[in-house]
């Protein structure tokens, strides 16, 4: 059973910070390309950042930029995204991604995506 499955949202005040896991299993995605999306209430789903299946290469989203990092372990079939200096706009449900294909390019768009998690919230006061 394929399954990426995503922890560690929570609420937050602004400034703060937060780490998100998104462990899988079921499939051979250390050789899948993965990023993370977003939907806040009202909005569709938005890029946030990927990573390539090496874990040489990522590519971030403007409005996280600087802020949040993306890294992998493919030992341990895990993807983690630090979220640093959180603003109440980050509030969201934070989406782990696979990429359609084995050793395919980084995803940047909803229709780039073979498998999604199921989502974590993320909440920040102001």
């Known amino acids: 059973q394929v399954q990426l499955v995503e922890s560690g949202g929570g609420l937050v005040q602004a400034g703060g910070s937060l780490r998100l896991s998104c462990a899988t299993s079921g499939h051979t995605f250390s050789h899948y390309a993965m990023g993370w999306f977003r939907q806040a209430p009202g909005k569709e789903r938005e890029f946030v950042v990927a990573?390539?299946?090496?874990?040489?290469?990522?590519y971030y989203a403007d409005s996280v930029k600087g802020r949040f990092t993306i890294s992998r372990d493919r030992a341990k079939n895990t993807v983690y995204l630090q979220l640093n200096n959180l603003k109440p706009e980050d509030t969201a449900v934070y989406y782990c991604?696979?990429?359609?294909?084995?050793?395919?390019?980084?995803?940047?768009?909803?229709?780039?995506?073979?498998?999604w998690g199921e989502g974590t919230q993320v909440t920040v006061s102001s």
């Open positions: 991604a696979a990429g359609s294909r084995p050793f395919g390019l980084m995803p940047r768009g909803t229709g780039e995506i073979g498998f």
């Open positions: 990573i390539s299946w090496s874990g040489e290469n990522t």
